[in-house]
């Protein structure tokens, strides 16, 4: 098992080098000057090229070197800890992501949780009911919520809620999972995957109650209530559990919007601030780490895989 | 011909009748269509009787099982008919009162093995659970009862292969489980659907004998399903053959083999190896077409189209079992209008 995820982790490392390789470049050819970005707010004209001042701060970050020295150097100060310096603020890029990434963490795994706990019995409910008016009610009602985009549903609900029936207070930053601001992002946060983890959870119980060893269940008298819950539900965890690890990463890769609309200081917002600032060590940062932290997901699903099915147990137990 | 017969040397410990299907139909919806799958299928089956049921794929033989277990697909319904287990109607239970019977007073043994048991828990679970959902033992009990059932049915190492997953067993070796799975409770009625169809012919001779073994030392009565007569010929005392969702001959073993009289029995028995014309003859016989389209109400012969005996009535009128004389101990009953035997008509 062991083996299996360091094997994992050493095969990981050549697709980080490439994309942070092309994220290098992008900013390094197209992000503008960095010495001018750093120095935008103050006399501008003493930062220009030609100007001594500007080429003594050049000279002093290195950045007169070629493109792949300084890719070179960024890498290995990475292996590190070392992230560089904020080109706007000129605070270290590292304390930046360890304060941002435990948000965008919390509210994955949180939405993850309230997806898991509402979607996968809602779909085995739709599932058992199939073509009647409830699995009907929770499909359409999954298509619906799938359709409105996060920037519709967050100003929607803020109006319903907060100004309408005046029952929550307008969320604004972030103060922790269990804070009742955190009510309405975790909401929205959630809706719109639970659709895809409603309708694999049905379609995988529809599948494995036409299953023959469900048929053997039945003709061994069980109670139907068994027959569901230990025959029919285990088999559908594998499917389920492959769908929570797509949305888990989409949650974490796809903070943007969400963390726009309600000011909460994670990944997300970082990414946007990099983006509009030209700030490229911070952005840099920033996909390292959702890179790391979607490794990370894929990593746990495949070590789930193996509990949950035992088949692929013991293809590893050969394997070794 | 009664080279293939061998006599069991059981006794006589039947006589008490123990299931009694009449009349029994079952219809499929499909698309906007009605299948006419079980017509009107009557049979019985003694305490500890062997009953063959003979009849190629799609003819209702497994659809006929299913009915009466209600394990039949949402898009079936059985429409008519009575199955009295002792002097229950299996057909009028409720679903809680038809759990107390399956796997408890019933048991079934299915086709493949394969699909056939949970692939994520252990032989050993499912073996055992029907023993304590059917309140027979405890967890601990019903272990012990698994372990025992092992080596009735030749699972080498019962211990050890309790814990292991259906993956980790050969076909073989996952049928004698599923026997043992059928036997647990101790059910005086074995249905085995095809039992022996997806394994190796050497393997099919073990099951057989493994079958043969278990019924004659617990006295069980089992319904054998198959397409292969001469896998039943050793195995069962009477058998009945099926054909498009009707019983066409019903006789005992011995009497079939000797006097087949159903145009289907004997394209069925003509096809054996054993049973060909010519002993040098290169290709086995076959019998020409396919079965008929069960869409349609039956109102004739099912087998005319395939029939050489048909004669005018045959497409006329649908012909119903009648008996003929035989010389087994229970009747011998044909649905035809020809006596195959002498090719005339009986009136």
């Not at chain 1, 909460?264 to 911070?282: A, E, F, M, W």
Request: hydrophobic share 45%; with cysteine; net charge neutral.
């Amino acid at each position: 098992m062991l083996q299996y995820i360091l094997l994992r982790l050493v095969r990981w490392i050549p697709g980080v080098i490439l994309l942070m390789f092309i994220v290098y470049a992008l900013m390094f050819f197209g992000g503008g000057d960095p010495v001018q970005i750093m120095f935008s707010r103050e006399a501008t004209d003493l930062f220009m090229p030609g100007n001594p001042r500007y080429e003594a701060v050049k000279e002093q970050l290195g950045l007169n070197r070629p493109f792949l020295v300084q890719f070179g150097d960024y890498l290995w100060k990475m292996l590190h800890g070392d992230f560089g310096m904020a080109l706007t603020d000129g605070r270290p890029v590292a304390r930046t992501l360890a304060a941002a990434t435990p948000i965008t963490i919390s509210i994955a795994l949180a939405a993850s949780a309230i997806i898991a706990i509402v979607g996968i019995p809602l779909g085995v409910i739709a599932a058992l009911n199939q073509n009647h008016w409830a699995d009907n009610l929770i499909l359409g009602g999954a298509l619906f919520f799938w359709g409105i985009p996060t920037f519709v549903m967050a100003p929607l609900l803020m109006v319903l809620f907060c100004l309408e029936l005046n029952l929550l207070p307008v969320p604004r930053g972030w103060h922790g999972v269990f804070d009742v601001n955190s009510i309405i992002p975790l909401t929205v946060a959630a809706l719109r995957p639970m659709a895809l983890v409603i309708r694999q959870a049905r379609s995988a119980v529809l599948d494995v109650l036409s299953e023959d060893y469900i048929r053997t269940a039945r003709a061994k008298g069980l109670p139907e209530w068994v027959t569901i819950i230990k025959h029919a539900l285990r088999p559908v965890l594998t499917p389920v559990v492959t769908q929570m690890g797509v949305v888990m990463t989409n949650l974490l890769a796809g903070s943007l919007l969400l963390e726009i609309v309600f000011g909460i200081p994670g990944i997300g917002k970082l990414i946007r601030d990099g983006i509009l600032n030209n700030d490229y060590s911070v952005l840099l940062g920033c996909t390292f780490v959702v890179l790391a932290l979607v490794t990370l997901t894929n990593l746990l699903v495949d070590i789930t895989y193996p509990i949950l099915d035992p088949r692929l147990r013991s293809t590893q137990k050969g394997a070794e | 011909m009664t080279r293939l017969i061998q006599n069991n040397g059981r006794g006589n410990i039947m006589g008490e009748t123990l299931l009694q299907v009449t009349n029994l139909t079952t219809r499929f919806h499909s698309r906007g269509n009605l299948i006419h799958a079980v017509n009107g299928v009557s049979f019985k089956i003694d305490k500890g009787e062997t009953l063959g049921v003979v009849g190629e794929s799609g003819c209702g033989k497994s659809v006929t099982m299913l009915s009466m277990l209600h394990l039949l697909p949402p898009a079936a319904r059985v429409v008519a008919g009575t199955a009295f287990f002792h002097d229950k109607d299996l057909l009028k239970l409720n679903s809680r009162e038809m759990q107390r019977i399956r796997g408890n007073h019933i048991g079934m043994i299915f086709q493949d093995p394969m699909t056939s048991f949970n692939p994520v828990l252990t032989i050993g679970d499912q073996v055992g659970e029907s023993l304590i959902y059917h309140n027979i033992s405890n967890r601990a009990g019903a272990e012990k009862r698994v372990i025992e059932l092992f080596r009735m049915v030749g699972i080498p190492d019962p211990e050890a292969r309790l814990k292991d997953y259906p993956h980790q067993f050969s076909g073989g070796m996952r049928q004698r489980a599923m026997i043992a799975m059928a036997l647990a409770c101790e059910p005086e009625l074995v249905i085995a659907d095809e039992p022996t169809t997806a394994l190796d012919v050497t393997i099919q001779a073990q099951i057989v004998e493994v079958v043969k073994d278990l019924r004659d030392r617990l006295g069980i009565a089992i319904i054998w399903i198959t397409h292969d007569l001469s896998l039943v010929a050793g195995l069962a005392d009477r058998i009945m053959v099926m054909y498009a969702g009707n019983v066409i001959e019903e006789a005992t073993t011995e009497d079939l083999f000797d006097q087949p009289t159903h145009p289907y029995t004997l394209g069925l028995l003509a096809a054996l190896p054993a049973f060909q014309a010519s002993k040098n003859s290169k290709r086995l016989s076959s019998i020409p077409g396919s079965p008929p389209d069960l869409r349609a109400e039956p109102t004739s012969c099912p087998f005319l189209p395939r029939c050489s005996y048909a004669i005018n009535r045959c497409a006329i009128e649908m012909p119903l079992a009648h008996e003929i004389p035989g010389n087994g101990s229970t009747p011998h009953s044909v649905a035809c209008f020809v006596n195959t035997q002498e090719r005339i008509t009986v009136q």
